[in-house]
């Protein structure tokens, strides 16, 4: 079947009992429970960027329209429609799932040592739940429109569940963006 923008619709999700299921204090799941061999708790992955692009809304509290506060849990990467989304580090796909009343496709990624990443507003998903990925990596691609934002990828990290800003885990880029 076919997903938005016409590409391959992924699997079901299929995750073994115990995976990440999202949204959850502490739910990074068995796998983002192992941390390298010889590496402490410290221990963090060697990001890149999963797009080029500049960040159009940082990690934090910001206001709706209307004035609402809410707590935007990752950043958004603005990026042309169809742009290669890349793991942005090894890992494990935990699942792939689509949310129809916000983000749409979504890719989740366990990268070890209790990180997590989520990469959302994407479609033509082309990994599956338990698929290996190597850093830089094509998954899916920006989808056309997300959150009537216009195109852009949501990404977000966590580690052992708790969202962290990934701006501040990132590489710096030269070009100031």
Not at 44 to 56: D, F, L, M, N
Not at 84 to 89: H, L
Request: glycine share 18%; no cysteine; aromatic share 6%.
């Amino acid at each position: 079947p076919e997903g938005p923008g016409g590409g391959r619709a992924p699997a079901p999700s299929t995750a073994r009992a115990g995976a990440s299921r999202g949204g959850g204090e502490g739910d990074e799941g068995a796998v983002g429970e192992a941390t390298p061999t010889g590496a402490g708790r410290d221990w963090e992955p060697a990001w890149i960027w999963p797009v080029e692009g500049r960040i159009g809304e940082p990690f934090g509290w910001q206001l709706e329209n209307g004035g609402n506060p809410r707590f935007h849990d990752g950043i958004d990467i603005d990026a042309r429609a169809g742009t290669g989304v890349r793991a942005a580090a090894d890992g494990i796909v935990l699942r792939v799932w689509h949310d129809a009343a916000g983000l749409g496709w979504t890719v989740e990624v366990d990268h070890r040592g209790g990180w997590v990443a989520r990469y959302a507003g994407v479609d033509h998903v082309i990994v599956r739940d338990r698929d290996v990925v190597r850093a830089g990596q094509v998954m899916a691609a920006v989808a056309a429109e997300a959150e009537g934002r216009g195109s852009h990828l949501h990404f977000e990290l966590r580690r052992y569940g708790q969202a962290v800003d990934p701006a501040l885990h990132l590489p710096a880029r030269d070009d100031g963006r």
